[in-house]
Antibody, heavy 119, light 108 residues
Framework: EVQLVQSGSEVKKPGESLQISCKGS????????IGWVRQMPGKGLEWMGI????????RYSPSFQGQVTISADKSISTAYLQWSSLEASDTAMYYC????????????WGQGTLVTVSS | EIVMTQSPATLSVSPGERATLSCRAS??????LAWYQQKPGQAPRVLIY???TRATGIPARFSGSGSGTEFTLTISSLQSEDFAVYYC??????????FGGGTKVEIK
């Protein structure tokens, strides 16, 4: 059974750093792109970027380039989303999801990680 | 970047009625379009990919149509569990993949 299990909720202060994770299981982690999607409170879905764990090829949305870092450790089948300095506007639910067959749509999603940034 | 525009923002429908949701792309995306359903507190779930192919386990009352820049998701007879927010997403030209703003289907 394919599963994407994300790390738990986080409460941080502005300026702090953070890394959240997404662990894949039940499939070959290195052969599927893993993407990250942001959903701000009460808002829609925003695509942040994507990584191919097999070779760490990473692509970002222009809106998020330079704001976050996406990485992966294929030895433990885990993808990461990282911030070096959080802002209140980073408060959101973050989902990871597996791209199907390199096409561009997502079938398997993580359960989401809620990040709250508040002073 | 391809911009996806969904309409209407909110659709009020009675159970058993038909719902028609629209999605427009700012440039052609061929048939590289997916539809997702999201219920409160849940991750999105794919309904349709390739503009018209139902994903595994999706009931036949959900259907997708269109190509190029105009797409439609139709729910033939709304069930109580179908009241949710629906998003379209293009994957013809990425990065970035882009989502529409969503259509909320609510009970009339």
């Amino acid at each position: 059974e394919v599963q994407l299990v994300q790390s738990g909720s986080e409460v941080k202060k502005p300026g702090e750093s953070l890394q959240i994770s997404c662990k894949g299981s039940g499939y070959s982690f290195t052969t599927y792109w893993i993407g990250w999607v942001r959903q701000m409170p009460g808002k829609g879905l925003e695509w942040m970027g994507i990584i191919y764990p097999g070779d760490s090829d990473t692509r970002y949305s222009p809106s998020f380039q330079g704001q976050v870092t996406i990485s992966a450790d294929k030895s433990i089948s885990t993808a990461y989303l990282q911030w070096s300095s959080l802002e209140a506007s980073d408060t959101a639910m973050y989902y990871c999801a597996r791209l199907e067959g390199g096409s561009g749509w997502y079938y398997y999603w993580g359960q989401g990680t809620l990040v709250t940034v508040s002073s | 970047e391809i911009v996806m525009t969904q309409s209407p923002a909110t659709l009020s429908v009675s159970p058993g009625e038909r719902a028609t949701l629209s999605c427009r792309a700012s440039q052609s995306v061929s048939s590289n379009l997916a539809w997702y359903q999201q219920k409160p507190g849940q991750a999105p779930r794919v309904l349709i990919y390739g503009a018209s192919t139902r994903a595994t386990g999706i009931p036949a009352r959900f259907s997708g149509s269109g190509s190029g820049t105009e797409f439609t998701l139709t729910i033939s007879s709304l069930q109580s569990e179908d009241f949710a927010v629906y998003y379209c997403q293009q994957y013809n030209n990425w990065p970035p993949l882009t989502f529409g703003g969503g259509t909320k289907v609510e009970i009339k």
